[in-house]
């Protein structure tokens, strides 16, 4: 194993969450006034944390998102994760291979710690996550692009960033990895790969990453 820690990403790389919220997102922001298709949802918020939505609807319209903003989109999101959420394909595959081998890993998420148990718990990832190995955007001052969540989570992992992995599927996931001086292998399951172009390896099905790590 040539890592000593394995970082993921948790949307669209453990749970195939990016179609339902960039839906839900999108459908959100044109109810209240600033329209927005699936396809700009994707290019313009995947990967962010929920201030960056606030900051760039501001930066554009002049117009500031209700306070309730967030509370109401994770409402729907949630909901919309009970009924429809599943792993990413391969992904239970790859963490029980770690596991086993005694391969250190974690989640490191744009997302509330809350969404990411609501993930794992409606997927069945969360046996391979105890609280030790969960680390969310909430918990530093600045979400991806920068790259404060990763250097983090390596800290309270207890590993240094040069021997660590990134596994990402977003262009802000990418830059916030190499920021952070990790190496960084794209997934581009749903991302084209001319948009993770700052990964050092590009991989399209989950099930190959366990090869590739080795």
């Not at 749970?15 to 396809?39: C, F, K, M, Q, W």
């Not at 207890?158 to 990134?166: D, I, L, Y």
């Not at 399209?204 to 990453?209: G, N, V």
Request: hydrophobic share 40%; charged share 25%.
């Amino acid at each position: 194993m040539r890592y000593d820690l394995v970082i993921f990403d948790n949307d669209g790389v453990l749970v195939d969450s990016e179609p339902i919220s960039n839906r839900l997102l999108a459908a959100y922001l044109t109810e209240l006034g600033h329209p927005t298709s699936y396809e700009d949802s994707i290019r313009d918020y995947m990967g962010s944390a929920m201030h960056r939505i606030h900051e760039l609807v501001l930066e554009r319209t002049g117009q500031r998102l209700p306070d309730d903003f967030d509370d109401v989109f994770h409402a729907r999101v949630f909901a919309a994760f009970e009924r429809e959420l599943k792993p990413v394909t391969g992904a239970a595959g790859v963490l029980e291979k770690l596991a086993a081998d005694g391969v250190p890993y974690c989640v490191a998420s744009s997302g509330s710690h809350a969404r990411i148990r609501v993930g794992h718990r409606t997927t069945g990832l969360d046996r391979w996550f105890g609280e030790e190995r969960i680390f969310s955007s909430e918990d530093v001052g600045r979400g991806k692009p920068a790259p404060d969540l990763f250097l983090h989570a390596a800290e309270r992992m207890g590993v240094a960033p040069e021997r660590c992995v990134v596994v990402e599927d977003s262009p802000l996931g990418v830059q916030a990895a190499v920021a952070a001086g990790m190496d960084v292998y794209g997934f581009t399951a749903m991302t084209p790969a001319e948009r993770l172009a700052g990964a050092g390896r590009l991989f399209c099905r989950m099930e190959d990453l366990t090869g590739l790590l080795a």
